[in-house]
């Protein structure tokens, strides 16, 4: 595959939607997983309410990398699908921020817009409930996991519907990106703290985020309304990892990909 003139997408999600850092992809990196210091067009960020929206912005060619579980299991072992089991050891104290994910079952349980905190625990429940009925040992729906259920079902409908985007839409993880680019060597500080951001956890992100061609006065913007700032640095250090997909030097975790009940391949990509 050639990089270049490939529009790179970086996504996560976030309140208001998605957030997207973007840019053209001018040319190939000359050793494999480096990142040339000015390879294209300047980033831009922005933010979508859907990740329909997201892909109708970019273009046909566009690689995009997205933190957020892709592919789904009809049953659900021990460890997860089985990428999340493989990127765990990679990532020493940051490994519990990879979460296992439960069956497509329970994650279309129950697929209401909650209007009240009641409706939502009790969709809660009951995805656990069915969560329980399809792995073993029976586990049941971490609120954590449960927060991202609808944005979960999102790409998946979008990539059940259309198999072309297969190809072109890439699971990631921010903290095994960071740990990837950060030559196999996890992040020391954690991005957050009891819910709230960390500083000094952001700085060592940035700090790597520079290396890797970002300028920091772009890193230090405000992130735009929606979002928030931990979502920004997630969504730019998977843009990197776009880049790393369209030039070969991205690694998928297992390799090679699994694939779900539709087809759909199972891979964390770094």
């Known amino acids: ?15 208001a939607g998605w957030i997207a850092v973007r840019r053209e992809h001018g040319s190939t990196p000359r050793n494999p997983g480096s990142t040339p210091r000015n390879p294209g067009s300047a980033p831009q960020v922005e933010v979508f309410a859907s990740f329909a929206a997201l892909l109708k912005a970019s273009p046909d060619n566009a690689i995009v990398a997205v933190d957020m579980p892709i592919g789904l299991p009809e049953f659900s072992s021990k460890g997860g699908r089985g990428p999340e089991a493989l990127v765990r050891p990679l ?5 519990s921020s990879v979460f296992s994910i439960p069956s497509r079952a329970a994650l279309y349980a129950d697929t209401s817009d909650f209007i009240t905190v009641e409706a939502w625990y009790a969709a809660h429940r009951k995805a656990s409930e069915v969560a329980r009925a399809t792995s073993d040992p029976p586990r049941g729906v971490s609120i954590q996991a449960f927060g991202i259920f609808s944005k979960i079902r999102e790409i998946d ?14 699971e990631s993880h921010p903290e095994v990106a960071f740990c990837r680019l950060n030559g196999d060597q ?11 951001v960390n500083p000094a956890g952001m700085a060592e992100r940035k700090a790597l985020l520079c290396r890797h061609g970002y300028e920091m006065s772009f890193l230090d913007q405000p992130p735009p309304r929606g979002a928030a700032a931990d979502d920004f640095l997630d969504a730019a250090v998977m843009m990197l990892i776009a880049g790393r997909i369209a030039s070969g030097s991205a690694k998928p975790f297992p390799n090679p990909p699994l694939a779900d009940g539709f087809g759909i391949p199972v891979a964390i990509w770094a």
Request: some cysteine; aromatic content about 2%; hydrophobic content about 40%.
């Open 157 to 170: 409908t979008l990539l059940i519907a259309r198999p072309d985007l297969r190809g072109r839409v890439f």
């Open 1 to 15: 595959m050639t990089s270049t003139g490939v529009v790179l997408v970086g996504a996560d999600g976030c309140k």
């Open 186 to 196: 996890a992040m020391q500080l954690p991005k957050k703290i009891k819910g709230s």
């Open 91 to 95: 990532l020493g104290a940051r490994q």
